[in-house]
Antibody, heavy 121, light 110 residues
């Protein structure tokens, strides 16, 4: 079955840029039918949808993050990535990648384990 | 700030039924659709347990059921078991803000 695995730095300095990658195994991003998403959970708080991308490169972002966010996809490597600029402590969170159905099961049906990102100097 | 409000905690004894609510609290995100529920054991991968309000994915126990009335969706866990102790989140697709998640509920099995 499809599995997702996040990778990236665990510690990033304020004002810097966070770069995370989600590698997809057991299925091909370019098959279509799914959006590839990022979700984060702030310490002690609930989940927040960050944004997602279709294999064609079409993106949708959380309006609150849109100004600082870029999500990209590399179908040759079967992975997608997140870039979040101008980091502050408020961006400290566990970042998950997840798959979202584009039709039929329109939900987050497969998740990665998550990677903790701390913004601190 | 989340547009979906859940109780911070719900508890029950083994064998009992409990219900977790998910209430739409913001009118500025458009219409809500495609309510889902996720179970999250800390340190593990979140697991989809209900989608489209009341549908269970293959392999999910029928002890989990979902419903919706007005602006409140509900997750019911019947025959509560120790393994059900986890955090539970709802999510919904909205016409303006796209996806929103609930504030999360910690379910404790007494």
């Amino acid at each position: 079955q499809v599995q997702l695995q996040e990778s990236g730095p665990g510690l990033v300095e304020p004002s810097q840029t966070l770069s995370l990658t989600c590698t997809v195994s057991g299925g091909s991003i370019s098959s279509g039918g799914y959006y590839w998403s990022w979700v984060r959970r702030h310490p002690g708080k609930g989940l927040e949808w960050v944004g997602y991308i279709y294999y064609t490169g079409t993106t949708y972002y959380n309006p609150s993050l849109k100004r600082r966010l870029t999500i990209s996809v590399d179908t040759s490597k079967n992975h997608f990535s997140l870039n979040l600029t101008s980091l502050t402590a408020a961006d400290t969170a566990v970042y998950y990648c997840a798959r979202v159905g584009a039709s039929g099961m329109i939900t987050f049906d497969v998740w990665g384990q998550g990677t903790m990102v701390t913004v601190s100097s | 700030q989340s547009a979906l409000t859940q109780p911070a905690s719900v508890s029950g004894s083994p064998g009992q039924s409990i219900t977790v609510s998910c209430t739409e609290t913001s009118s500025d995100v458009g219409d809500y659709n495609y309510v889902s529920w996720y179970q999250h054991h800390p340190g593990k991968t979140p697991k989809l347990i209900i989608y489209d309000v009341s549908h269970r994915p293959s392999g999910v126990s029928n002890r989990f059921s979902g419903s919706q009335s007005g602006n409140t969706a509900s997750l019911t866990i019947s025959g509560l078991q120790a393994e059900d102790e986890a955090d539970y989140y709802c999510s919904s697709y909205t016409t303006i803000s796209l996806w929103v998640f609930g504030t999360g509920t910690k379910v404790t099995v007494l």
